[in-house]
């Protein structure tokens, strides 16, 4: 019983250490302003952490667990953590208009795709516009 209290302990103390580590503005930094510009950084964290424990006899007899004192047992227990953080891409802000500026070369096409398709679909609006004004005046 004393090491599940001693575990819980050591849980509560790693995650309180990570909480105060990390927080939302880890992941989307602080903005940063030049003239016109506008620049948030955006970064990826990763968290991994062990912990573990056990009790001990004082006694090194071989009692049995019931017939030992309570008091006459040890708690021997660690924790390690470790954090990573990486950043993945740039919000920037620009004479109104808004990009993302990513350093994976996968995530810079998806966003490229979607810079263009709102002009892409324009286009075809146009062409299929012009395609019926030729259909109406050849009817005339």
Same mark, same amino acid.
């Given at each position: 019983?004393?090491?599940?209290?001693s575990i819980?302990?050591l849980?509560?103390t790693?995650?309180?250490?990570?909480k105060?580590? *990390?927080?939302?503005?880890t992941i989307?930094?602080?903005?940063i302003?030049a003239?016109?510009?506008? =620049? !948030?950084p955006?970064?990826?964290?990763?968290? /991994?952490?062990?912990? /573990?424990? /056990?009790?001990?006899?004082?006694?090194?007899s071989?009692?049995?667990r019931? @017939?030992?004192d $309570?008091?006459?047992?040890n708690?021997? /227990?660690?924790?390690?953590?470790?954090?990573?953080?990486?950043p =993945?891409?740039?919000v =920037? !802000? @620009?004479n109104g208009?808004?990009? $993302?500026?990513?350093l994976?070369?996968? *995530?810079?096409? =998806?966003?490229?795709i979607l810079? *263009?398709?709102?002009?892409?679909?324009?286009?075809i609006?146009?062409?299929k516009?012009?395609e019926? @004004? *030729?259909?109406?005046?050849k009817k005339?």
């Amino acid at each position: 019983m004393r090491s599940t209290n001693s575990i819980k302990d050591l849980m509560d103390t790693t995650l309180d250490s990570i909480k105060t580590t *990390i927080d939302a503005n880890t992941i989307i930094g602080d903005p940063i302003k030049a003239e016109n510009t506008v =620049v !948030v950084p955006i970064s990826k964290v990763t968290i /991994g952490f062990g912990i /573990g424990g /056990g009790e001990y006899s004082r006694d090194c007899s071989d009692k049995k667990r019931e @017939e030992r004192d $309570l008091d006459d047992t040890n708690f021997a /227990g660690g924790s390690a953590g470790a954090v990573s953080l990486q950043p =993945v891409a740039f919000v =920037v !802000v @620009e004479n109104g208009e808004t990009r $993302l500026m990513s350093l994976d070369h996968s *995530i810079n096409m =998806v966003d490229s795709i979607l810079n *263009i398709t709102p002009k892409v679909l324009e286009k075809i609006q146009k062409l299929k516009n012009n395609e019926s @004004e *030729i259909k109406d005046d050849k009817k005339c």
